[in-house]
């Protein structure tokens, strides 16, 4: 049997993706709460990788992980060459553009000061709808901005909708859906394709 390398991202997508790997019962090795950052289950000749969401796609595409779980909202960011193979189902949320008030408040010919931690996707986004912005590229808090001025939007993850709630803003307009997606090596793909199969397999049954 090959082994394989699983990358799994850090946060809210690790913790349920080590809840998944348990249920079909490849996640035995995986302990999130440890602050080890290889887990080897030898036993199913796995080893899990745990790292920060932009590094599980920098690792995939590098060959060092087969295989990669992570939210579609960083594969749109990165813009990067590996194959999406399968849809988690988990880690629903949207993207959206919010501010304080709940309409279409921008206008073309005015410069739109956006904040986010997704500067390739909010380019992206506004470049098609030809509104020109100017990016600020926050890290977090990301909807603190417009509270305190520094922009007049924002772009960001919306999932319950309490962060924008407990901020007083407003949902102006909705981008696309996320969820977590398994990613895979182009040469993994094929080199180690029966192993792979097999386990997107077993993540299939679990959604039915
Ligand atoms: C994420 C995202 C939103 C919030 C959405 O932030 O950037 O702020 O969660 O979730 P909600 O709609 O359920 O409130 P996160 O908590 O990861 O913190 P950060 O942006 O400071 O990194
Ligand atoms: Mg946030």
Redesign the pocket.
């Known amino acids: 049997m090959d082994s394989i390398s699983i990358a799994i991202s850090k946060?809210?997508i690790g913790k349920e993706a080590s809840t998944v790997f348990k249920k079909i019962g490849l996640g035995d090795s995986i302990d999130i709460n440890s602050r080890k950052l290889i887990f080897k289950d030898e036993k199913n000749k796995i080893n899990y990788i745990y790292v920060k969401p932009l590094d599980v796609v920098t690792y995939v595409q590098n060959g060092v992980a087969d295989l990669g779980v992570v939210g579609k909202d960083i594969i749109l960011e990165k813009d990067s060459d590996v194959y999406e193979i399968y849809d988690l189902g988990f880690g629903k949320?949207k993207f959206a553009v919010a501010g304080k008030k709940n309409k279409h408040t921008y206008s073309k010919d005015k410069l739109l000061k956006v904040a986010t931690?997704y500067p390739n996707i909010t380019k992206k986004y506004f470049d098609k709808k030809q509104q020109k912005i100017k990016i600020i590229k926050l890290?977090?808090?990301?909807?603190l901005a417009p509270l305190v001025g520094l922009s007049d939007v924002i772009v960001?993850?919306?999932?319950?909708?309490?962060?924008?709630?407990?901020n007083g803003l407003y949902i102006i307009e909705e981008m696309f859906d996320i969820s977590a997606r398994l990613i895979c090596n182009r040469i993994s793909y094929r080199f180690k394709y029966d192993r792979i199969f097999n386990l997107v397999e077993k993540l299939k049954e679990l959604k039915h």
Do not use: P
Request: aromatic share 0%; charged share 25%; proline share 0%.
């Open positions: 946060g809210r949320c931690s890290n977090g808090s990301v909807e960001d993850l919306v999932e319950t909708g309490n962060t924008l709630k407990a």
